[in-house]
């Protein structure tokens, strides 16, 4: 590659990094509010799985039954359902809050963000997944 297209490669990339910076991460859409009441709704019923370790949050953006041993048996399949739905919200939530900001190309980034937000804003005593595996906060 000779030097300028070199040199334009990376203005562009360059141009899109610093667009990225200027991503809405805090968008009400429609679509953003009514994933983010499904949350809330759900968030009540999964915080005694987070309180107990049964539930934890992933480096992915994610949450997973991180302790299945510690549901009872009668209630996996409650907890399998609740994690799978909260993982499809917040798929949809990254997916609409990129499309709200007019660039769906950047849902994983905003994956990688949010990621990073849930684990930091987790209360003491939840599980989170990082480098090392599971720790709680």
Do not use: C
Not at 57 to 79: F, H, K, N
């Amino acid at each position: 590659m000779n030097i300028i297209k070199y040199l334009f490669a990376m203005i562009a990339l360059v141009g899109a990094l610093s667009a990225y910076a200027t991503a809405d991460l805090e968008v009400n859409t429609p679509g953003v509010n009514a994933i983010k009441s499904s949350m809330q709704a759900r968030h009540a019923q999964l915080a005694g799985y987070y309180a107990s370790g049964a539930v934890g949050l992933s480096m992915d953006g994610m949450i997973e039954l991180r302790d299945p041993g510690s549901v009872p048996l009668a209630a996996r399949q409650t907890v399998n359902a609740l994690v799978a739905a909260e993982n499809q919200d917040r798929d949809a939530l990254y997916a609409e809050i990129a499309n709200a900001n007019g660039h769906p190309e950047w849902k994983a980034e905003i994956r990688s963000t949010f990621a990073q937000r849930w684990i930091q804003r987790a209360q003491r005593g939840w599980w989170v997944m990082s480098n090392n595996g599971w720790t709680q906060k």
